[in-house]
Each structure stands twice: as C-alpha cells, then as structure tokens.
C-alpha cells in the first residue's frame, strides 16, 4: 500500500475514534455525569472529585478533543486540496468546513469557558470541605454563581459539538 494513503487511514482512523470520544463523552456528562452529580446532593462533590482527580475526566476530554482537532485539521489540509478557496463552495467543503468551525468553538467554550469555572468550584469546594462546615451564605452564592456559568457554558459546548457531529457525518454527500 502506499504510504500515503496509510497516512491518511491513520488521520482518518484517530480522528474520527477521538471525535467520536469527545462527543460521546461530552453529551454523556452533560445528559447524566452532571445531573446524576446533582441528584446525589451532599455525595455530589465527592462524585466529581472522584470523576475529575481519580478517573482523569478532563485529561481524558483535553487529550480526545486535541487529537480530533489537530488530525481534522490534517484532513481538512488534504481535502481541500491545501485550503484552495474553490473547495469552499462544493457541498462537502462548505459542510466539513462548517463542522470543523464548530468543533473548534466547542474546544474554545470548553478552554475558556467551562474549565476555568470548573476548577474555582472545585477550589471551593475543596475549602468548604476542609472548614469542615455548610458554606457559608457569601460561599453558597458564589457556588450557584460558578454552577449557572458552567452549566450555561456546558449547552453551548454539547450544542456546538452536535452540530459538529452532524456536519462531520453527512457533508461527503451534500451534492449541490
Ligand atoms: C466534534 C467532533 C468531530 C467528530 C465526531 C468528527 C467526525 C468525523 C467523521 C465521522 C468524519 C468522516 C466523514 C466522512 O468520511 O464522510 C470526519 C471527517 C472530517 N473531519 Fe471531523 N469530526 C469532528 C471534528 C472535526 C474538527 C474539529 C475538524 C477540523 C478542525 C474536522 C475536520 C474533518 C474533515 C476535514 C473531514 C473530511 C475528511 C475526508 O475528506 O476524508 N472534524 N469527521
């Protein structure tokens, strides 16, 4: 076989495992992780300390959305024919091309928007534990503060990744 096209079974080949594990993960947080999470009430922090420090959730959600984007990246460089501006306006180039837009938003929302606030809560949370009482009426506010912004941040991220997931799954045929 030619190396080439080995090349290119591999990109394909992670792309596509990683992309599909970064959506699959996210929307699973997002429809059970969390609110399972928020069911448990006083057990919840300590569900999610145990998803994030012992189980590597965000290590596990920053490795599979880098290795998507950069090897989309790499297919986007050979399917456009080195980003040739007439690709854009084929069916498959403007879908792929919308999918990719939004697979890199959703890495955005997840850097800038969820993860900061995540690890304040986490912060929180963590020294609420260690005073050993209930938060007190200032930190109880700022933890439905941190947890509206997340949950907020968190919509935008699974909806930007479905789009994502659409595109990606039918642009080869959008023939017009
Ligand atoms: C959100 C997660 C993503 C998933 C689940 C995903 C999934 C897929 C799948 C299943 C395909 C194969 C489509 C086909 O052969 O018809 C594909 C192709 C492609 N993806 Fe993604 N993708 C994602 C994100 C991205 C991102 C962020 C980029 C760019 C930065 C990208 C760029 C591409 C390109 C250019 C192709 C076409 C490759 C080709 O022509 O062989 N994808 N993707």
Not at 35 to 44: E, I, R
Request: proline share 5%; charged share 10%; hydrophobic share 55%.
């Amino acid at each position: 076989m030619n190396l080439f096209l080995l090349y290119l079974i591999l990109l394909r080949l992670t792309h596509i495992v990683a992309g599909a594990l970064w959506v699959g993960a996210a929307v699973a947080y997002f429809l059970f992780f969390g609110p399972t999470a928020k069911g448990l009430g006083p057990a919840g922090p300590k569900f999610m300390q145990q998803l994030v420090g012992k189980h590597r959730y965000p290590l596990f959600m920053n490795g599979a959305s880098i290795l998507a984007i950069l090897s989309g990246l790499g297919l986007l460089w050979f399917a456009s024919g080195g980003l040739n501006g007439a690709w854009l306006t084929t069916g498959p180039g403007l879908g792929f091309t919308i999918g990719s837009l939004a697979g890199v938003a959703a890495f955005g929302v997840g850097c800038f928007g969820i993860r900061p606030r995540a690890e304040a809560l986490g912060a929180l949370g963590a020294s609420i534990a260690a005073a050993g009482g209930p938060p007190t009426p200032e930190q109880g506010a700022e933890l439905g503060r941190l947890d509206a912004e997340i949950h907020f941040y968190e919509r935008w991220d699974v909806l930007l990744l479905v789009v994502s997931l659409v595109m990606m799954a039918t642009a080869r045929y959008w023939v017009f």
